[in-house]
């Protein structure tokens, strides 16, 4: 097993057009249950941005059901970070060590402008105490429980 193999992958916004103004939905359960992992990291794509987004941040909280909060240096609305707008459409990495200091559950808020805006997002949970041993434990599952395929290049 390699170092890539001991992540877990979790897509939390599914390729989508995202309507005027509105929060995007997050793959059931709508957050991230971190514990086991000592780091995430956020791949979140764009295609088409019609008009600047309204909000693109990761929030916490200890509980599911709780009152989330932002997590600092991940508020894209805040200086030196920036919105992406319609003349930027490169991938955004956000990568969050959880140190100790984060809390257990996670999730990302992505808003629409005024316009609709294409976006899709991947969260890689890293460093766990247990390593993921197979696709299905690794998070390479579609939301119908179907395996999605995974390959591996010799090495």
Do not use: W
């Not at 929060?23 to 992992?37: C, E, H, I, R």
């Not at 140190?99 to 460093?127: C, M, P």
């Not at 390479?140 to 395929?149: I, L, N, R």
């Amino acid at each position: 097993m390699f170092p890539l193999q001991t992540e877990k992958c979790i897509q939390i916004v599914p390729p989508v057009a995202d309507a005027s103004g509105t929060t995007l939905t997050l793959v059931s359960p709508g957050y991230l249950d971190m514990a086991g992992f000592h780091s995430v990291s956020y791949i979140v794509s764009f295609g088409v941005i019609a008009a600047p987004l309204a909000a693109l941040n990761v929030t916490e909280c200890d509980t599911t059901g709780g009152s989330y909060t932002v997590i600092p240096l991940t508020d894209f609305s805040v200086s030196p970070l920036t919105l992406p707008d319609e003349a930027d459409n490169t991938p955004l990495h956000i990568l969050i060590p959880m140190n100790g200091l984060r809390k257990r559950y996670q999730k990302i808020v992505i808003t629409a402008g005024s316009g609709s805006t294409f976006v899709n997002a991947i969260a890689l949970l890293g460093n766990p105490d247990n390593a993921p041993y197979d696709s299905v434990t690794r998070g390479y599952t579609s939301s119908a429980g179907s395996v999605v395929q995974e390959a591996q290049a010799a090495g």
